[in-house]
């Protein structure tokens, strides 16, 4: 089972998101996080599950439409641990941050 790290973008990209649903009074944002949070709990098991992004990277798609989120994370086989960098909306176009 492999150890998964959050960067401290999450906690941004999350208050971001959360924001955004409450400015446009959409119910349930507890029950997207409960998702979203059990979709990178799955990694633990599954590293490999996302699609490849760029390079190192992978990308974790979690619910669809507008209940869409997408995680952004690495995955290192050697000590088996996978690194979330980012989260964003599905239908949001590109992350909160740089890549190296």
Same mark, same amino acid.
């Given at each position: @089972? /492999?150890?998964?790290?959050? =960067? &401290?973008?999450? #906690? &941004? &990209? #999350? #208050?971001?998101?959360?924001?955004?649903?409450?400015?446009?009074?959409? =119910?349930?944002?507890?029950?997207?996080? =409960?998702?979203?949070?059990?979709?990178?709990? /799955?990694?633990?098991?599954?590293?490999?599950?996302?699609?490849?992004?760029?390079?190192?990277?992978?990308?974790?798609?979690?619910?669809?439409? =507008?209940?869409?989120?997408?995680?952004?994370? $690495?995955?290192?086989?050697? $000590? &088996?641990?996978?690194?979330?960098?980012?989260?964003? #909306?599905?239908?949001? /176009?590109?992350?909160? @941050?740089?890549?190296?």
């Amino acid at each position: @089972m /492999a150890r998964i790290i959050l =960067s &401290d973008r999450i #906690a &941004d &990209d #999350a #208050a971001r998101i959360i924001e955004h649903l409450r400015e446009h009074e959409v =119910s349930g944002f507890e029950a997207r996080f =409960s998702a979203i949070y059990l979709g990178i709990d /799955a990694l633990a098991d599954n590293p490999l599950i996302g699609r490849p992004y760029q390079g190192p990277w992978r990308e974790l798609v979690i619910g669809r439409d =507008s209940r869409g989120y997408v995680v952004l994370y $690495t995955y290192q086989p050697l $000590t &088996d641990v996978v690194h979330v960098w980012a989260l964003r #909306a599905q239908r949001e /176009a590109g992350y909160a @941050m740089e890549f190296p």
